[in-house]
């Protein structure tokens, strides 16, 4: 008796009705509207700037503007946005080319090799580094990078060349320090942290069945590594490295204040070069003709262009790439 | 993992019930191991005999040490910081803790196979195969292709993957992924094959074909099996080692020890008191 009272007691209690019946619909149509908003922000975004550039775009032509080599806001408002675009394209990935190895050793050290102790204090500082603003690589850049690799770097090899190899000159550029590959060094320095903090996660995921299953079979350390952790770790390396290479097509100011604006076609390893976010940030206050400031603005729209081709190229090799210890 | 002290227990030294076989010739003997984690002891003390061509049991309740144990003859310890190991591990006569003794050398004539299937998702079913042969330095097809077919064919996977060698591996049932894993540890030829609760994770049918295959491997390989399942104990193995708190109770050959144990804790744990 006592207990079926209980139970109807249980059963009548009374439920707060409203939350009952439309919780899970508002909570939905809540979840639904801020997921939309998300599509919505990013077709938006990429519309407006393409309805900004189309001044310029339009009358240079898509293709006109993009392969254009030419960049002329003061005489002739001719247009052409190619050396920007190469130069954003070369510092971007030249900085993967040489931060990923250093990336990746930092982290085989710190999730396999280092005592626990150092592999804090290297974590500690891989992190600090991707906190550091921009602007202090800048400032870095300009006034101990620049110089310390023109004394170091540039002119001797400057010199070397044209007493020995003439022909080498014109493809090495002015040495004054300010230029495409102290660009690229800067840069490649900023972006060491998100490939490092990435592919440690992804070593350190690596499950301990996996390690032991290479260990009990004969192999060395090393050949774990190769054999086991890194294949399984591809996954997250890559992302790290993608993430690297997305923060590099879009870092402005530190490249601003080192690659020395040039607006033509990088062709020289020391001289001046530009990159799209250079050019958009330098620039744009500058403007007064309609046209200079829709081109400004088409630069933009073409730098989202590439970065929406780089993130979707991306993710689709992720999954490719992607490990699962699920059957499928 | 057993805890506990030396201080706690005061049971040290030989306490357990060894009937020796002297008929079997001997591949591996056991010398007061005793595997510590820090101030711990996992198991403590154990002589153990692993007889050639034969099938040997670890039993025991949970945290006894049997797994602790297996792990001490192939220098798995070794990557588990903060492990040590004393004792003899002999292996043929040879102590594989002896300073001068490589463990890569040792885990290659002592292959393992662990509780869940971990074959390695990024390789093939014939890459998973070679890859211990490939690690001493094997290259050539045709090597390769025989060694894949023998252990495929020892493992009984070779029927049913003969045809799609190159795919993935993840893409074979949790059965066969062990199976296959038993094929990847054969294929380095190994003198023992060191088995950690290798059906745990499996279904009944898929037990059973791995427990039928242990009659026909220990022909060529001598087999350690930990299991937490006696009657597969009973049914797979010649000698049986049962293990408790850390200790080795009793050990000898399989059917005296089920029928008639000498130690009063095995009787208990056998007849289903405890455990």
Aim: charged share 15%.
């Amino acid at each position: 008796m006592q207990q079926a009272s209980t139970q109807s007691a249980l059963i009548k209690r009374k439920t707060s009705a409203i939350y009952r019946v439309l919780g899970d619909r508002i909570f939905l149509a809540v979840v639904l509207l801020l997921a939309l908003s998300l599509i919505a922000l990013t077709l938006g975004l990429g519309y407006f700037l393409y309805l900004g550039g189309s001044q310029t775009i339009n009358k240079e032509g898509f293709f006109g503007f993009l392969t254009g080599t030419t960049w002329d806001p003061a005489l002739r408002l001719e247009f052409g946005i190619w050396p920007y675009v190469v130069g954003t394209l070369i510092t971007s990935l030249a900085a993967l080319v040489l931060s990923v190895p250093v990336a990746l050793a930092a982290a085989i050290f710190t999730a396999e090799y280092a005592p626990r102790w150092l592999a804090g204090i290297i974590n500690y500082l891989v992190d600090l580094m991707a906190a550091v603003p921009s602007v202090v690589y800048g400032i870095w850049g300009i006034f101990v990078l620049a110089p310390f690799l023109r004394e170091a770097f540039y002119l001797p090899v400057f010199l070397w060349a044209s007493e020995n190899a003439p022909w080498l000159v014109r493809y090495l550029g002015n040495p004054a320090g300010y230029g495409l590959f102290t660009g690229i060094v800067v840069l490649s320095s900023m972006i060491i942290p998100f490939t490092a903090a990435l592919s440690r996660d992804a070593i350190s995921l690596v499950p301990v069945a996996q390690r032991e299953g290479a260990y009990a079979l004969g192999a060395t350390r090393w050949e774990v590594m190769q054999m086991v952790i890194l294949p399984y770790a591809r996954g997250g390396i890559f992302a790290g490295a993608m993430l690297a290479l997305g923060r590099a097509l879009g870092e402005t100011m530190a490249i601003a204040m080192v690659i020395g604006n040039g607006n033509i076609l990088p062709y020289t390893l020391f001289g001046p070069a530009s990159t799209m976010p250079a050019v958009i940030a330098l620039e744009l206050k500058e403007a007064v003709e309609d046209l200079h400031y829709s081109a400004i603005i088409g630069v933009g729209f073409f730098l989202f262009l590439i970065a929406f081709i780089v993130n979707a190229t991306a993710s689709y090799l992720l999954n490719k790439l992607k490990v699962s210890e699920q059957r499928f | 993992m057993s805890e506990f002290t030396p201080a706690a227990n005061p049971q040290t030294g030989h306490t357990e019930i060894i009937t020796p076989d002297p008929n079997a010739k001997t591949r591996i003997e056991a010398r007061r191991v005793t595997v510590w984690y820090g101030q711990k002891a996992g198991v403590r003390d154990v002589d153990m005999p692993i007889y050639a061509n034969k099938v040997t049991a670890l039993i025991g309740p949970s945290g006894c040490g049997k797994t602790t144990f297996l792990r001490a003859l192939n220098r798995m310890h070794d990557l588990t910081p903060h492990a040590r190991v004393t004792g003899e591990v002999l292996l043929d006569g040879v102590n594989v803790y002896d300073p001068g003794v490589d463990p890569v050398e040792v885990r290659r004539k002592i292959g393992m196979v662990f509780q869940k299937p971990n074959p390695f998702p990024t390789l093939s079913i014939y890459g998973n195969v070679v890859a211990g042969l490939r690690l001493v330095g094997i290259r050539k097809k045709s090597l390769l292709d025989e060694a894949v077919e023998r252990a495929l064919t020892q493992a009984a996977l070779w029927d049913e993957v003969k045809d799609r060698l190159h795919a993935p591996s993840m893409s074979l049932s949790g059965g066969q992924q062990q199976r296959l894993c038993i094929a990847r540890a054969l294929a380095v030829e190994p003198e023992v094959l060191l088995m950690d609760e290798p059906t745990s994770a499996l279904d009944p049918i898929s037990t059973q074909s791995i427990e039928d295959l242990l009659t026909e491997l220990k022909k060529h390989v001598t087999i350690v099996i930990v299991t937490h399942n006696m009657q597969q104990a009973g049914r797979v193995s010649d000698y049986t080692g049962f293990f408790l708190n850390g200790d080795l109770v009793e050990f000898g050959p399989t059917n005296p020890l089920f029928t008639t144990p000498k130690d009063k804790r095995t009787e208990a744990y056998i007849t289903g008191r405890f455990g």
